[in-house]
Each structure stands twice: as C-alpha cells, then as structure tokens.
C-alpha cells in the first residue's frame, strides 16, 4: 500500500562527516542507494506522487498528542500514506532545552516528534524556517543530535552552510530526487546568528540567491527531479511578493522542477512555470499560534515522471485546534474554488 523508497542519503545534517565549508556549492556526487526497508512493488520508472503539506509543530497543545505518535498528527494521515513521498515543514526546534530567543513566538518540540512525523508516513522534511532555531545555539545543537539519532531525512538546517544547504538524495521507483529546503524569512536581528555559514551552523538561507541557485545546479546534474521547499511569503498575504516570484524564476532557469513553500498561514497560489510547478504557499498543516489559525489549507500532490511534471492536485484541508481533516463533498468544492482563485496574482499557469 505504502510506497517503495530508496534512500540514497539522510539528510545533510546526517552526513555531517562528508560535507565541507566554504563559500561556493556543494558538489553533490550520487551516493549508493541503501533499502529503505519498504517492499518493493516493482514499479521502475513509473509516475510517482509527492504529497507537499504545510506548516507543523508540536507546540502547546499539539505536544499531548506526542503520547499516541501513531495517531499524533489526526485523520489525513492514511493520505499521506497514500503518496510515494510526503513532505512538511517543521517549524520548530527540536530540544527541551536553551534560550527562548528574543521574539514573540517561539516554538520547540521533543525528539519524539520524529517517530511521530515517521508514522504519519512523511519522508522528509524542511528545517528553514524562522523558528527552527528558537532555542538557540543549544537548541540547535540538540536539534542536529536529534535528527542524527533518528535518521529523520531533514534538510534546511546544519553544522555548516555546506551541511544546511546538502539536498537529500532518494531514490522512489527508479526517479532520483533531490531535494533542498532553504528560508528567505528570517527575523532582521536575528538573521547573523541563524545564518549558516562556513564555521558555523544554522540555517540554509534563501536570501543568499547566488549559493541555492548553484546548489540546485549541483544537484540538477544528479538527480532526475529537483524539489525545492521554501519559507516565503508575507504573512497573511494571499499573494506572492516580487522576491517569492523573482527567486521562483531563478530557481526554475537554475533547473528545479517542483518548488513549494508556505510561511504566510494561509494558502497560496499554485501553477506552472515553464513546464516546472510552484506553490507559493501551502498554509498551515498541524500549527496552532495565537493570531496564525487561519483554518483553511490543502495537501498539494503533484505528479511526476522524472523532469516531467505529469499533473498537480489540492486536497483542501480545514484545521480544528491545530489537527489538520480532508474536506469532502460540497465542503471540498468551495475550498478548492477558492484556491484555484489564489492563482489570478501569481502570474502562473493553470496547465503545463
């Protein structure tokens, strides 16, 4: 039922002893595949599915749900068991210990959140994010302890620039992805210290343009598809910024082939650049914060053969105490018309 997954790496954090510093890409050189551990289902080369959802942590009253991690994240997980690979956002650090970080929300998360992300069938998730170092220097370190102990495929975030910007190589019925997470959100007096940089960790930062253009070049060379997920956008703002639609071209000419994101949460837009698709926002998904409960989201599934992007679908989502439920019937309907609405400001396609 589930899908086949080969993986060819963990995450960059993970390999931690292969990667470098510096100041140009990474060169991404092809891994060998290790068994995932799923049965094979003998489909090489075939279409496969990606399920994209939004924001989550295990903040407040999301952290209870940690004591039954098969059911913590609610009723949408058999659709994301459903997909050959699932993808979040994880906005939060991953410790129970450091600093609260001088800003108005600040969110953490104990390492048991990996087992629980595991069994709602995710595969991967991002890093990059304004509060995935909320907690500080402690916090991440804890965090790049946790995600080593778990094997959690993360991306995003690392020891080193080299480390946060690595994509993570899988392998799912014969297409090679990879995939990078990167934040072009970060708060202004924080931005130096969540910064990865060559001597120290932190964050892969979309503001530096240059670098994850040519990561994704690297990894274009090594993959059959390339994934970007982003932290982007304007909250509350239902259309894309010019930086969201200028770094959305950058990153498709540089040969990425699905780009998504989310930070606004609320949905928004989704189409076809060039052949490639962009989402520009994929709302909340498993979030609760004071003043950022907008109920209404989606799980994007796209469609892929190699570097061809065979079709996208929204599933809407309405989010009650922070638990994300598929809509259905009448419900679905308007959901789903009001997010194809969402494309009139993105200047994207509706078709390929």
Not at 26 to 43: C, E, I, N, V
Not at 268 to 280: F, P, T
């Amino acid at each position: 039922m589930r899908r086949t997954v080969l993986m060819a790496a963990l995450a960059g954090v993970v390999a931690a002893a292969a990667a470098c510093g510096g100041g140009g890409a990474t060169k991404h050189p092809p891994r060998a595949t290790a068994p995932s551990g799923r049965a094979p289902d003998g489909a090489e080369n075939g279409p496969i599915t990606v399920a994209f959802a939004g924001d989550v942590h295990f903040n407040g009253r999301l952290a209870a749900r940690l004591a039954d991690p098969a059911t913590a994240l609610g009723p949408t997980i058999p659709e994301l068991k459903r997909a050959d690979l699932a993808m979040v956002n994880l906005e939060t650090a991953v410790t129970t210990r450091g600093t609260k970080a001088p800003k108005q929300f600040t969110f953490r998360a104990p390492p048991s959140a990996f087992g629980a992300l595991r069994a709602a069938g995710i595969d991967v998730v991002t890093m990059a994010n304004n509060h995935a170092m909320d907690y500080g220097t402690v916090g991440l370190r804890d965090s790049l302890a946790a995600i080593k102990r778990s094997g959690f495929p993360t991306v995003g975030i690392g020891a080193n620039i080299a480390q946060a910007f690595r994509p993570y190589y899988v392998t799912v019925k014969g297409n090679r992805l990879a995939i990078l997470g990167a934040t072009q959100v970060l708060d202004d007096n924080l931005i130096t210290a969540w910064t990865a940089t060559a001597k120290k960790g932190g964050l892969a930062s979309a503001k530096n343009v240059p670098r994850l253009v040519a990561e994704v070049r690297a990894a274009r060379r090594h993959a059959d598809t390339v994934i970007v997920y982003l932290h982007w956008g304007q909250e509350k703002n239902p259309c894309p910024l010019p930086r969201q639609k200028t770094l959305a071209r950058a990153l498709v000419r540089a040969g990425a082939d699905v780009i998504v994101g989310g930070h606004a949460h609320i949905p928004l837009g989704g189409g076809y650049m060039k052949g490639r698709y962009v989402d520009y926002g994929l709302g909340n998904y498993f979030f609760t914060a004071p003043g950022r409960n907008d109920p209404d989201s989606g799980i994007l599934e796209v469609t892929l053969r190699k570097r061809k992007v065979l079709g996208a679908e929204w599933k809407p989502v309405y989010i009650t105490k922070g638990v994300p439920r598929l809509l259905n019937g009448t419900a679905a309907t308007r959901a789903h018309a009001k997010w194809e609405r969402l494309r009139r400001c993105t200047g994207l396609a509706a078709a390929p």
